[in-house]
């Protein structure tokens, strides 16, 4: 019946070709008129999320992920807080953070087709995950209020976190959301690190010093550097300061940056552990003339295991006090979502240090407690050590015959951040060590007092702590003297002095090899860095020929 053949309808104008697609069109609709299903698109949903804190009923700022099918929903509130930050200072991200959540002040709205929906909402290591089911039904809106509550205060017990090791770049412009997306991780200190290496510098800062600041409540922003980087020496850190210190010329002479940071009113150390691009070789330089403070002791720069002693243990060792800090080297370091744990994501506050200050909470403050050493570094686990009622980066002077009461204790929860092992380090080796499968102990919960008989000598003692999920934890020392002497291990200061050498002859062989390379310029120094290599080996001989017993 509309059979029409091919050669009539070329035989026809192209008229009849118009009017012939029209027929069958209307005859379509006649036969099959258009349903809904045809006509128009269901209406989307909409959701509409209010965050409050369990403590003061407030809205708060949060960092949410929202998934369907366990992939990204990639839509965005309008309420999102969006900062451009990246790798080298490029516009790699903006809203969504490496592992496609995003940060909101509170509260946010968004329509979505309908369907079902994971939402997770999360606010750094003290306040508990929460995660739920959303089912949107087309044209309705859903509207949820959720409470948000932490496991644990540490700022109600004096202790206030800091990320040490963040590189974004800001102008006053950007200093509120910044401070959001901290409050975000419930980070109380964000420094802000200007980074530099030997032809450029990257994520700058506007100011430093009091300048540099930026206050909300118990939550400050403050600027650094991280600055001088070469791979031959390892990565230097300076925050505190009143301004940043850089010698273009004597780029490789770390210890210029450091006075001059010290003379500013700045602290001074090395990140990574010690490990990567040779930090070893410069803390050992720098670290034995007295020109370090710190030490970058927990990140998830080196590897997926946080927590990295050696360099640590051999300074404290050999007699020399370091404060352990720690920090998350965003957005450089860390997993994204899709290839590790979430607490090893690259995000703000991933690593983190607590310092106890025991005054109303301000820049000054915070500043001379890092200084005393009042600090613990964590991925998650919460610390407290206590040795003759000292705390961390205390010194105690006893006297021959005295005897110390050690007690740690290790706090986590049961599901977030389960504990497996609280341990007592004594010149790096464990005391003591109780695990969650021991009487007494718990998940949640370790505990171990010890009581050291008469001392005779000096020495350092430390806390650490192992959780799930690669997650620990360790304390600044606690230095301990006898009769006016040091806290030096007289069993491994040999050893170490022999390996400090080692790092030193390491060097001297990468002075004397001429590199074609742009990033490899040791040997472009060669004459200065050799007379520091010769004052540091006059230290190790003189502390030979104090510490080694013979």
């Known amino acids: 019946m509309f059979h029409i053949s091919l050669a009539y309808l070329r035989d026809r104008p192209v008229y009849s070709y118009t009017r012939l697609c029209f027929g069958f069109f209307w005859l379509w609709l006649f036969l099959f008129p258009l349903n809904d299903t045809y006509a128009t698109e269901k209406p989307p949903g909409s959701i509409h999320i209010a965050v409050r804190d369990g403590k003061t009923g407030k809205p708060t700022p949060v960092r949410v992920r929202l998934t369907q099918a366990g992939r990204p929903v990639k839509v965005l509130p309008n309420e999102v807080v969006a900062v451009s930050y990246g790798l080298w200072d490029h516009a790699d991200g903006y809203a969504y953070q490496p592992d496609s959540s995003f940060y909101v002040p509170g509260e946010f709205a968004l329509a979505l087709p309908a369907g079902t929906y994971q939402l997770s909402l ?17 044209g309705q809106s859903l509207r949820k209020t959720y409470t948000l509550t932490r496991w644990i205060d540490m700022a109600a017990r004096g202790w206030y976190s800091a990320d040490d090791h963040i590189h974004i770049r800001r102008s006053p412009g950007e200093n509120q959301a910044l401070v959001q997306w901290i409050q975000a991780e419930d980070v109380n200190v964000g420094v802000l690190l200007k980074m530099g290496d030997f032809w450029e510098t990257y994520y700058p800062q506007y100011a430093f010093g009091s300048t540099g600041n930026y206050l909300n409540g118990n939550y400050l922003l403050t600027s650094g550097q991280e600055d001088p980087r070469t791979p031959e020496l390892g990565h230097a850190l300076g925050f505190g300061a009143t301004g940043s210190v850089r010698y273009k010329q004597d780029y490789y002479y770390y210890d210029k940056v450091f006075d001059e ?10 990140a990574h552990q010690a490990e990567s691009f040779h930090g070893y070789r410069g803390l050992t330089l720098d670290g034995l003339r007295g020109k370090v403070d710190m030490l970058e002791l927990l990140q998830y720069c080196v590897s997926d295991e946080p927590l990295h002693t050696a360099n640590y243990y051999r300074m404290l060792d050999l007699g020399f006090p370091l404060t352990a800090t720690a920090g998350s080297d965003f957005p450089w370091c860390g997993h994204d979502h899709d290839h590790g744990p979430p607490e090893q994501s690259a995000r703000i506050g991933n690593a983190r240090f607590y310092t106890y200050v025991d005054k109303p909470f301000s820049y000054t403050a915070w500043k001379a407690a890092v200084q005393g050493g009042h600090t613990f570094v964590t991925s998650g686990p919460i610390l407290d050590l206590k040795v003759n009622n000292a705390m961390p980066g205390d010194r105690l002077t006893l006297t021959k015959g005295d005897k110390l009461t050690l007690k740690a204790e290790a706090f986590g929860h049961a599901q977030q951040t389960p504990l497996n092992a609280l341990e007592l380090v004594v010149h790096g080796k464990v005391i003591g060590r109780v695990t969650k499968n021991d009487p007494g102990q718990s998940a949640d919960h370790l505990t171990i007092t010890l009581d050291l008989p008469a001392l005779t000598h000096g020495l350092w003692v430390a806390a650490r702590c192992y959780g799930d999920g690669k997650q620990a934890a360790h304390t600044t020392p606690i230095y301990v003297s006898v009769d006016g002497g040091g806290f030096h291990n007289p069993e491994t200061v040999g050893s170490y002095l022999a390996q400090s050498e080692q790092y030193l002859t390491e060097l001297e062989k990468e002075l004397d090899t001429h590199s074609d390379s742009p990033e490899f310029r040791a ?20 502390l030979r020929g104090k510490l080694v017993e013979r």
């Open 261 to 270: 940071l010290h003379k500013r009113g700045g602290l001074t150390g090395y």
């Open 523 to 542: 040997w472009y120094y060669k004459k200065g860095l050799k007379t520091r290599i010769e004052e540091t080996r006059e230290v190790i001989r003189v």
């Open 122 to 138: 999360m606010k750094g290591n003290e306040y508990v995950e929460q995660h739920y089911k959303l089912v949107i039904k087309s």
